[in-house]
C-alpha cells in the first residue's frame, strides 16, 4: 500500500519533495554497499545513526531555544496560578475562574491553523523574537493593578494566541537546527521538559505567587518573554524565510489551506496525525483526577498524586524511547506503545485501591511517549515550506480534542462515576489505537525505509 492520496495518482510539490529527499538517501545506501561489497568482512547493513544527549546540547542554537523553552514554561505556569487567584479574590466567582482558565486553551483552536503560517511566510527566528515581545507586552499590561477583567481576559487570549505562531515556528526551526537522530532526542528534552514544568509548576508558581503576589507574578511572566526574546536574536542563527524561492509572497489563508491539503492528502501524515489525536482518550484521567480521588476517599494530595502520574510516565517513557530504541525501532513500536497509552486505564473500570490506579495511568503515560515518536516522523516528513502551518494544525487538532475527551470525560463520569467514565475512555481509546495500529503495520516501512536507507525497497512515502 502507497501512502499517496486514494484521490488520484498525481504527485504534489510536497509528495514530490518526499520522493527527492528518499531517492537521494537511496543513492547514499547504495553506494555505501557497494563499496561493502567490495570488503566481503564487513556487514552488508550499516548500522542505523544514533545521537546522543550531549551531541544534541553541544549544539549551542538547540541550547538557546531550550533554555528560552524553559523561561516560557516556568513563566507560563506562574502566570496560569497567578491568574486563577487574582480573578477569584476580584469576583469571588469559581464560574469566572473557569472561563478565565479555559481561555488558555481555546485561542490556539480558534487560531492556532491560521495564525501557523506566519513562521512559513517569514523567517522563523523573527517569528519567535515578535510573539516573545508582543507576549511582554500584553503580559505587562494584565500586571496593572485594576486591571478590569474582561480587558484581563482580553488580553490572556491574545497572549495564548500569540504563543501558537511561535511555537510551530519553534517547531518547523528545530530539524534545520538538530539534523537525523538529533531531532528526535531534541524533541524528548522538549517533551520531558514540558511534563516537568507539569509535575513541578504548579506547586512552585502557588510558592512564587503567595511571595510575589499575582501581580508581580505577571510581571515576572512579561519578563521572562523579554528575556527568551533576547536569547533567541542573541543565539540563534537568521535564516531566510523557507519559501524564499517563490516569485511572489502567498497570502497567509493560502499557506494555512495548503498545510491543510498537505496532511489530509497524504496517507502517512494522516495516520501520524490520528496517532496525535488519539491523546483526546487518554487525557481524559487527568481531566477527572479531582472527582476520582473523591471516589478513592483522598483530599488534596491524592489529586496531586493522580495528576502527576501519567506525566511522570510519560517522562520515564519519552526518556527510554529517545535514548534505547533505534530510530526504526521507534517507528516500529509506535502503533503498540499507542495501544498502551489506553489498554491500562480499562483497569479502572474495577475500581481499583490508589496504588494500583498510579501503577495503571503510570503504564499509559509510559505507553503515551509514542507520541514522540509520532511528531518527529510528522515533523521531518513536511515540507519545509509547510512545516509551520501543518504543525499548527496538528497542535491545534490536539487542543481540541484535548479539550473535547475531558468534556465528555466529564458528562459520563457525572452519571456513572469517575472509575467507570475512565474505563470507558481507555476502551474507546484502546478500541481506536488498535485500529490505527494495524493500518501502520502497512504504511510503517516507508519511514523506516527512510531512516535506514534501505536500498532494495526505497519508494517513495
Request: proline share 6%; net charge positive; with cysteine.
Amino acid at each position: 500500500m502507497t501512502g499517496e492520496s486514494r484521490t488520484g495518482s498525481r504527485t504534489g510539490p510536497d509528495q514530490a519533495w518526499l520522493r527527492k529527499e528518499q531517492a537521494q538517501t537511496a543513492g547514499q545506501a547504495r553506494a555505501g554497499q557497494e563499496v561493502q561489497a567490495a570488503h566481503p568482512g564487513r556487514h552488508r547493513t550499516a548500522p542505523e545513526e544514533r545521537a546522543s544527549y550531549r551531541e544534541v546540547f553541544a549544539i549551542g542554537e538547540f541550547r538557546a531555544i531550550w533554555t528560552a523553552q524553559v523561561l516560557s514554561y516556568a513563566g507560563d505556569q506562574f502566570a496560569q496560578v497567578a491568574i486563577a487567584v487574582l480573578v477569584y479574590g476580584r469576583t469571588h466567582s469559581p464560574f469566572l475562574t473557569a472561563l478565565a482558565y479555559a481561555l488558555t486553551y481555546l485561542p490556539p483552536i480558534a487560531g492556532g491553523p491560521l495564525l501557523s503560517g506566519l513562521a512559513d511566510l517569514f523567517p522563523r527566528r523573527r517569528v519567535m523574537v515578535a510573539c516573545d515581545m508582543l507576549r511582554v507586552a500584553t503580559v505587562g499590561l494584565m500586571a496593572l493593578p485594576g486591571m478590569p477583567f474582561a480587558a484581563l481576559c482580553v488580553l490572556l487570549f491574545f497572549t495564548v494566541l500569540t504563543g501558537a505562531p511561535f511555537s510551530s515556528a519553534r517547531t518547523a526551526l528545530l530539524p534545520d537546527i538538530l539534523p537525523g537522530d538529533r531531532f528526535v532526542l531534541g524533541s524528548a528534552v522538549g517533551n520531558i521538559t514540558y511534563q516537568a514544568s507539569q509535575i513541578l509548576g504548579f506547586v512552585a508558581g502557588a510558592a512564587v505567587v503567595g511571595v510575589l503576589r499575582p501581580n508581580m507574578t505577571l510581571g515576572l511572566d512579561a519578563v521572562s518573554f523579554g528575556i527568551s526574546a533576547l536569547i533567541i536574536l542573541t543565539w540563534v542563527k537568521a535564516r531566510p524565510s523557507a519559501r524564499r524561492g517563490q516569485a511572489a509572497r502567498p497570502s497567509l489563508w493560502s499557506v494555512s489551506a495548503e498545510g491543510v491539503r498537505v496532511v489530509f492528502g497524504h496517507r502517512v501524515l494522516l495516520t501520524l496525525l490520528l496517532f496525535g489525536w488519539l491523546a483526546g482518550f487518554y487525557i481524559v484521567p487527568e481531566g477527572l483526577a479531582a472527582p476520582y480521588a473523591r471516589s478513592l476517599h483522598g483530599g488534596p494530595l491524592t489529586v496531586g498524586l493522580l495528576m502527576a502520574a501519567m506525566p511522570m510516565g510519560m517522562v520515564v517513557g519519552a526518556f527510554l524511547l529517545s535514548r534505547v530504541a533505534a530510530p526504526s525501532a521507534r517507528i516500529a513500536m509506535m502503533g503498540w506503545l499507542a495501544v498502551l497509552s489506553c489498554a491500562p486505564l480499562i483497569g479502572c473500570v474495577w475500581s481499583p485501591p490508589l496504588w494500583a490506579v498510579l501503577l495503571l495511568w503510570a503504564i499509559a503515560g509510559a505507553g503515551a511517549a509514542y507520541q514522540l515518536a509520532a511528531a518527529s516522523a510528522f515533523v521531518q516528513a513536511l515540507n519545509p515550506a509547510n512545516r509551520a502551518s501543518a504543525f499548527g494544525l496538528a497542535q491545534s487538532g490536539l487542543y481540541a480534542v484535548q479539550g473535547l475527551g475531558v468534556l465528555a470525560g466529564g458528562a459520563i463520569a457525572q452519571e456513572t462515576g469517575a472509575p467507570l467514565a475512565v474505563g470507558l475512555a481507555g476502551l474507546v481509546g484502546l478500541t481506536a489505537a488498535t485500529l490505527l495500529a494495524i493500518s501502520w503495520t502497512h504504511v510503517r516501512h516507508q519511514l523506516v525505509q527512510a531512516q535506514t536507507a534501505g536500498p532494495s525497497d526505497a519508494t517513495a512515502l
